[in-house]
């Protein structure tokens, strides 16, 4: 008993927790001796009534020796141990106190996000452009969207190759066909950055947003549409609407909608060709030109039919 008391003592100490010793002894006594629960269930028992106690999730503890190797395309589940050899393509603010680090992994597959937490500080923190196995990490799910989650309990391995990341940057030209909902003037939760609705944070309720610029739009090339999502530098070098300028239009209006209004009349029914990098179904846009080859086209084409009327005439 003393030697299952003592192998519980470290696992815990391995993820930081100083559990008393004696505690783990009297907890495992009584189930053993009292309760007559097999040693093996007793120490299942006394481990999970720790684990509870401590918010350590289950997964986190129970760590796999060897998590198999995967691509970034192929996590489709939640909560499994996984491998992954991947470049980091971007990294973004970190907003919350829990989390160290927060972007987009890629490799020959695609990309996918990554949240790097803040308890797991021991491990080197990554650098946009580079590359690493990361052992050890959990595949996660949150409305739909696949991410990875690099715990106390993963490994960081930096290596000398640059992971070449499938898909990445994309390009796509068609037309702008509609402005989504959320786009224009917007308002993001100062805790998470996630963008309010009707003042409120999906996460954290009522908070005092701050102010942000962003589109959100879909793009159809005659075959297939694509949505595009615009941050503020991009938006603003688009429309020419700065976010001061968004601001002024939004209390001039007392309507932050009026905002929406300008930028679809500025960008639908207009042809552009974008690319950046692709995350799910959005493209995060890095460049956007105005494209006037269908422009031309269709100007080529009224010629050509025109041109005999001409002749007749
Ligand atoms: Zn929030």
Redesign the pocket.
Known sequence: MKEIAKQIEASFAKHGVKVELSEIENRLEQLINRFKVPPEEARRNVINIFLKKHNIPRAEFFTPRETPVVKAVDIKEDGKWVTLRAKVVQLWEANQESIAQVGLLGDESGTIRFTKWAKASALPAVEEGKSYIFKNITTSEWQGQFSVKINKTSEIIPINEDIEVGSTPTEFSGAIVDIQSGSGLIKR?P??N?ALVKGA????GK?EGIYDLRVKAVMDDGEKVQDILLNREITENLTGITLEKAKEMATEALDQAVVLDVIKQKLVGRYFVVTGAKLDRFILVETIKQDVKPLEENIGKLLATAAPVAQEA
């Open positions: 939760c805790e998470c996630r944070c999906g996460e954290h908070v």
